[in-house]
């Protein structure tokens, strides 16, 4: 059974807006913050949005700041909610859900320090 597992990816036109769902199965992994990271070929994984799962401390990517929302819920089976609005062809790529335990001074939008991980979902924007 996948730890981790993504839905609301697709094709969307420019300045439309995306919502993506990720759930973990918090009796399966050991984690204080969870949330997104994209890749595009040739590009290492950058950072899109993360969250602490006590709701204290959220950090968003620079490329996304102002167009991102994330929320979650703290049923058994922990769900966070990505919503992407006015998206640009920039945007498109395999948006990937992470989950990890994080020290205070760890970057929490660096993807090395994140060990639990979705298969990815395709995001595709085109005008």
């Known amino acids: 059974q996948v730890p981790l597992l993504e839905s609301g990816g697709g094709s969307v036109q420019v300045g439309g807006s995306l919502r993506l769902s990720c759930s973990a199965s918090r009796r399966r992994i050991t984690m204080n913050y969870m949330g997104w990271f994209r890749q595009t070929p040739g590009k290492e994984r950058e950072g899109v949005a993360v969250?602490?799962?006590?709701?204290?401390?959220?950090?968003y990517g620079q490329s996304v700041q102002g167009r991102v929302t994330l929320s979650q819920n703290n049923a058994a089976e922990r769900t966070v909610y990505l919503q992407i609005d006015g998206l640009k062809s920039d945007d498109t790529a395999m948006y990937y859900c992470?989950?990890?335990?994080?020290?205070?001074?760890?970057?929490?939008?660096?993807?090395?320090?994140?060990?639990?991980w979705g298969q990815g979902t395709q995001v595709t924007v085109s005008s």
């Open positions: 969250l602490s799962t006590d709701n204290q401390n959220i950090a």
């Open positions: 992470a989950a990890g335990y994080l020290g205070p001074k760890q970057d929490k939008l660096l993807a090395q320090n994140y060990n639990y």
